[in-house]
């Protein structure tokens, strides 16, 4: 039996992660995301279609992955049932909300009481995955509530609660442009990924899964605030960006490896059976392997992540 961590330590995550301890992780805990990529190609998609492509992904890719986050909606059931999550590969499994709360505009994070670490075991998850939105840049207006605060303290609690259960947590940020803001620059772009991780890495989770900060320079500086493990995320961009990504992430940032989902399979979407299985075995597959030699001798092991 997994027994809970003293207050400070770190769970273990060997079971996502490879005997180095670096991680190779699929994302496809896409829902809505996933649904726009079928109305993109031109078909509306039905959940079974949903339910399919993520059963063909896994069985293609989990033999070379040491994990694969998925979503309990349509991912884990469908793939559980078709027995196509190889036996190597760790199991994640996404427990925030399908939908994001809002105040005035901006994100606002929230949970589902319910869709905690005990019910992420109850599913046969290796670890808690959950994603929240934060920029400690936006302005707080005097009356209002103070969502970054808001959201630290739900990451707490998250954190809190998977340690009680004895299950890592691995927590995502996605940063976002405040009301009034059309988009960010890059510098505030890097100013937000590296405030948000310096509070979330305050709560202590197992696992950070962070926007690469868009330099070299901005991945040390990452690094210097961090004092638990992180792997970078891919965000979709095209596989050939996201492996020199990958690259300096490791280098300059210290980062334990990545958690890549739409660089690696997007074009699945939309093929019929056939294409798909070619593609995934020709393309995404090789695809995969060739992140796996980016991070060789590059990712610091989990052990030693954070400070």
């Given at each position: 039996?997994?027994?809970?961590?003293?207050?400070?330590?770190?769970?273990?995550?060997?079971?996502?992660?490879?005997?180095?301890?670096?991680?190779?992780?699929?994302?496809?805990?896409?829902?809505?995301?996933?649904?726009?990529?079928?109305?993109?190609?031109?078909?509306?998609?039905?959940?079974?279609?949903?339910?399919?492509?993520?059963?063909?992904?896994?069985?293609?890719?989990?033999?070379?992955?040491?994990?694969?986050l998925?979503?309990?909606?349509?991912?884990?059931?469908?793939?559980?049932?078709?027995?196509?999550?190889?036996?190597?590969?760790?199991?994640?499994?996404?427990?925030?909300?399908?939908?994001?709360?809002?105040?005035?505009?901006?994100?606002?994070?929230?949970?589902?009481?319910?869709?905690?670490?005990?019910?992420?075991?109850?599913?046969?998850?290796?670890?808690?995955?959950?994603?929240?939105?934060?920029?400690?840049?936006?302005?707080?207006?005097?009356?209002?509530?103070?969502?970054?605060?808001?959201?630290?303290?739900?990451?707490?609690?998250?954190?809190?609660?998977?340690?009680?259960?004895?299950?890592?947590?691995?927590?995502?940020?996605?940063?976002?442009?405040?009301?009034?803001?059309?988009?960010?620059?890059?510098?505030?772009?890097e100013?937000?990924?590296?405030?948000?991780?310096?509070?979330?890495?305050?709560?202590?989770?197992?696992?950070?899964?962070?926007?690469?900060?868009?330099?070299?320079?901005?991945?040390?500086?990452?690094?210097?605030?961090?004092?638990?493990?992180?792997?970078?995320?891919?965000?979709?961009?095209?596989?050939?960006?996201?492996?020199?990504?990958?690259?300096?992430?490791?280098?300059?940032?210290?980062?334990?490896?990545?958690?890549a989902?739409r660089?690696?399979?997007?074009?699945?979407v939309?093929?019929?059976?056939?294409?798909?299985?070619?593609?995934?075995?020709?393309?995404?597959?090789?695809?995969?392997?060739?992140l796996?030699?980016?991070?060789?001798?590059?990712?610091?092991?989990?052990?030693?992540?954070?400070?």
């Amino acid at each position: 039996m997994t027994m809970a961590a003293p207050q400070g330590q770190s769970l273990s995550l060997s079971n996502i992660s490879d005997d180095s301890g670096t991680f190779a992780i699929i994302a496809f805990d896409q829902r809505n995301t996933l649904r726009r990529m079928f109305t993109a190609v031109g078909i509306e998609a039905t959940d079974q279609d949903m339910r399919d492509v993520k059963v063909e992904v896994t069985r293609a890719l989990t033999p070379d992955a040491t994990g694969i986050l998925l979503d309990p909606q349509l991912g884990v059931g469908a793939v559980t049932d078709a027995g196509a999550l190889d036996s190597s590969c760790g199991l994640l499994i996404a427990s925030e909300p399908t939908d994001r709360g809002d105040f005035d505009g901006e994100p606002r994070s929230y949970s589902i009481p319910e869709q905690n670490a005990a019910w992420v075991k109850s599913m046969g998850g290796d670890a808690v995955k959950v994603l929240v939105m934060m920029n400690p840049q936006r302005e707080v207006r005097a009356g209002e509530p103070d969502i970054t605060l808001e959201t630290v303290a739900l990451v707490q609690s998250i954190v809190d609660d998977c340690r009680e259960q004895g299950i890592p947590s691995v927590i995502e940020n996605l940063i976002f442009a405040p009301r009034g803001v059309e988009s960010l620059t890059p510098e505030q772009r890097e100013r937000a990924i590296i405030s948000s991780a310096e509070l979330l890495t305050a709560t202590k989770p197992d696992l950070l899964k962070l926007e690469y900060p868009g330099s070299p320079e901005g991945c040390r500086r990452l690094s210097d605030v961090l004092t638990v493990p992180w792997a970078v995320l891919s965000a979709g961009v095209d596989f050939d960006v996201f492996e020199d990504v990958i690259k300096v992430s490791c280098d300059d940032g210290g980062a334990s490896g990545f958690i890549a989902g739409r660089s690696v399979w997007k074009e699945a979407v939309g093929l019929n059976p056939a294409e798909r299985a070619t593609f995934l075995s020709e393309t995404a597959r090789p695809r995969l392997l060739k992140l796996r030699e980016a991070i060789a001798g590059r990712a610091t092991p989990w052990q030693n992540g954070g400070r």
